[in-house]
């Protein structure tokens, strides 16, 4: 039986010529995304991955549904596999802002889900870090969220020649867009073409500006120019004071399609221009209010960044050397004298209630399968137990040094132990 | 807007007056479960939430199908959300397990789900620890099982006062049933009769045994005799030897509702029995077989461990005491001086840089203000930049032992508060 078309199975490391996709490989993403998080004080939270359909309509509209893995429960309830964070976050903070302090920085990290026309080898779940502040409207918390974007992709070894992230203004196209146009009504529209201008063929976008009013020469004129708004100006001498301004470039091809976005957006991309967006956000300010129906209303800024792009980067540029394969266990305890198997274990039980990961034969197995099962999985200490004429002696062995001790104390051969493998660590 | 019931929400820490979920809590249970499983050498693998149905009749059989979130995804699929990771595992393990040398030791932590009809305040989504075995028929494989599960427990510094492991077998059963019924169709609902035995209304159980030509008495007088099957007494011998003896009792109550249990089954309760089963598992060496159809035949067993009953029972004996609120802050920068704000973000960025997390005032704030904000962050060092006539000095503040130094070289300044950092920790 197979697995669904777009999901992934995660071996504990990746298949030998299969996906790159793995336990390991995912662990390795998920704990530096916690880490980086956690130096710029964002706390983690999580919401269900199912949630009322209604949820993402209110916020994105009707057209949403397309996207979706929506369905009807046994209830009668329309639901759907979330697509998104920021609804479950807006809601979630909107319910218990008042029990925080203000900015509220969070991250999490969830599984996300989108059901669209089948593409070959796109994948309809990927998991996503979502960070975001609410309760901050100065700049300077876009140039935090900003900062904590760049140093995220840093931790995994990325640089100014890897990856840069185009800064645009919302603030700056709906300028553009009133000094040109009195109908609001036509901003929606005029805010996909542009979306879309790089991907389209300019013919088209020049067709569809003039149709709303206004020349595709302008529009470029006005991307050209890359004029930073004072708000821009703000966030890049911020950046650049914490030594991050070459990582940044103002930007205004950037728009980001979303409906909600209200102030400075910005998008991360390799410089190779090889692969989608690696991560994107912006500015929120009115999506709590519009969540909670008026209710509460809190600035509020975020960016996702995606397993799948991110991962496909990081082997592209040789930048996914995991050397956890076989370094899972510390210690091999080797069974020679089986009428010694009982006596092991409770050796084996002291080791691993002190944390050490323990390897041991199941069943009986000669000594030279057994040493080569140690080697196999790159222990670095090996045990032994062995019967004398007076008693038992404890035999330790570094594996790596290739030296062997002997004592009859156990408690002296887990020192033993312990100094080597903490050298070895 | 409410979530959907049965669902919960992850805030950071538990709120106040609410339930005990929050993210805190579940990341240090998942933690705790990843080490003790890094311990016995268990490697982690994750597969799609979201599943074939085919998939769980073909194991269950159609009665699961009305426990389950499922439905038709746009594609005309029928799909269900994983109610449990056995399936996936074993199809996962099947289609590569010429990779992997045996025995195969893997563990997940999915997230399952289970629609069934509403009880108050039961929930339709869970976490669980699953670890399974692939690939080792002798018993020593069910002792070393056993062995993670009590350890699992016991690293959440549970003790044989707070829960105990009730063995058994379904070999025993079996054998009980052999040697008073000849017809084996009858089998399957003679073990849901032993299943339910502890719970329904002696009068009907006997009823029930009797029409298919048993006695309670005599089952009564089996279990009451527990009488170890040689199987068992390995398994026990194996556990004596760990130490591990006063976690372990044979009880032939147990016996395992699912059909595809074979050999030793187990489940773990809290010993004043407030709550459901801990855990529960047992060997299944007939699953992969029956899964792949009869391609691949490996012997198998595993357990599965809820994060909520284990929660709960963390709570009510006074185990759940995380002190990471506040605590996710080293470092408070306090800003004294506007003018110095540039500066001061070029020195955050290299303490975060060095891994600390680090708090500052994201807007101009009073410094009394700072100062309170860095006691309730429970932030234990307080830099500060100020001018003087020659230049720049930076006082760090140990907030712990109240003690201040001065220095005008940053430097020296990490120097002191890493010292202080590394003795506060």
Redesign the interface.
Known sequence: ?????G???????P??NQDVWS??V??HIFETWR?VA????F??????????L??YI?KSGEEIVGQL?N?????D?A?A?RPEMTP?LA??VAA?ER?Y?K?IK?F?IP?L?R?ER?QKGRLR?HFQLNADIFG?S?P??DA?LL?LLI?TLRAFKLTADDFVVRLSSRNAWQEFFNQRCSDPAKAYDFYQIIDKLEREDPAQSGAKLTALGFSLDDVRAFIQAAEPTAELALIL??L?????SDFVKVDYNVIRGLAYYTGPVFEAFDKKGEFRAIAGGGRYDNLVKQ?TGGKVNLPGLGFGMGDVVLTELLKARGKLKIQVVGL??DIFWLIEDESL???S??Y??QL??S?????YP??GVKSDKQFK?AL??KARVMFKLARTGTGLVFSVRNLIAKEERETTDFEEACKIAEAWLSSLS
Request: glycine share 6%; proline share 7%.
């Open positions: 039986m197979e697995r669904l078309p999901f992934r199975d995660f071996y504990p490391e298949l030998p336990a390991d995912r662990n880490a956690r130096c710029y004080g706390r983690e939270y999580d919401g269900p991955p199912l949630e009322p209604e949820l209110a893995y369905f009807t429960d046994k209830g309830r639901v596999l479950t809601r979630m218990h029990n302090k900015p969070w999490a599984q889900f059901y089948q779940e901050e100065d300077a918390a935090e900062a140093d001498a911020n650049v004071a914490r030594g991050l969540v899972y266990y198997r009982l006596e274990l409770a084996i039980q691993r209630d944390g050490r990961a323990v390897d199941l069943t099962r196999e999985i």
